[in-house]
């Protein structure tokens, strides 16, 4: 009897040992926030401050309305890797890991240069081009139409 007793006593206190050791179920499945950099090479443009974040976001929302700029270029997206090949990154796309983004750019066409020439403006313009004429709202900096009527 005494036997039986001192076996069960010591595979008590063994289990409690385990269990006490081990923590419990829920400690194992809290994942440990991990914090990432999203880093941003303009390639030329207006410089945006790098992004940290601790949970995964958005492109979007790591951006909050950030932009770059480049005189004489229009932004043409953001690519993964430094040859801008591949696909560009989408906006909608949910990062959660540190990478740095590669600023893509082009050149103005017709219309954009057309577009820029009179964005200081204040008021409607219009402004000639092979394809008609072009008006402007130059408050939104928006193209409304094309048109071959010149009234």
Same mark, same amino acid.
Request: charged letters at 25%; proline letters at 3%.
């Given at each position: 009897?005494?036997?039986? $007793?001192?076996?069960? @006593?010591?595979? *008590?206190?063994?289990? /409690?040992?385990? *269990?006490? @050791?081990?923590?419990?179920?829920?400690? #194992?499945?809290? +994942?440990?926030?991990?914090?990432?950099?999203?880093? *941003?090479?303009?390639? &030329?443009?207006? +410089?945006?401050?790098?992004?940290? =974040?601790?949970? @995964?976001? !958005?492109? #979007?929302?790591?951006?909050? &309305?950030?932009?770059?700029?480049? #005189?004489?270029?229009?932004?043409?997206?953001?690519?993964?890797?430094?040859?801008? !090949?591949?696909?560009?990154? +989408?906006?909608?796309?949910?990062?959660?890991? =540190?990478? !740095? /983004?590669?600023?893509?750019?082009?050149?103005?066409?017709?219309? #954009?240069?057309?577009?820029?020439?009179?964005?200081?403006?204040?008021?409607?313009?219009? @402004?000639?081009?092979?394809? &008609?004429?072009?008006? $402007?709202?130059?408050? =939104?900096?928006?193209?409304?139409?094309? =048109? !071959?009527?010149?009234?």
């Amino acid at each position: 009897m005494k036997k039986r $007793f001192l076996v069960a @006593a010591v595979t *008590f206190a063994f289990a /409690l040992l385990c *269990f006490g @050791a081990c923590g419990s179920a829920d400690e #194992e499945q809290k +994942p440990t926030p991990v914090s990432f950099t999203v880093t *941003f090479e303009t390639n &030329g443009g207006t +410089p945006i401050e790098a992004v940290t =974040s601790d949970r @995964a976001r !958005t492109l #979007e929302k790591l951006l909050d &309305g950030k932009k770059t700029v480049r #005189e004489d270029k229009v932004f043409d997206g953001w690519y993964f890797v430094p040859s801008l !090949t591949g696909e560009k990154v +989408p906006y909608d796309m949910m990062i959660e890991t =540190s990478m !740095t /983004l590669y600023a893509s750019w082009r050149d103005f066409t017709d219309v #954009e240069t057309l577009a820029n020439a009179v964005a200081n403006m204040r008021t409607y313009a219009v @402004a000639a081009h092979d394809s &008609g004429m072009v008006r $402007f709202n130059t408050a =939104s900096y928006s193209v409304n139409s094309w =048109s !071959t009527d010149l009234r």
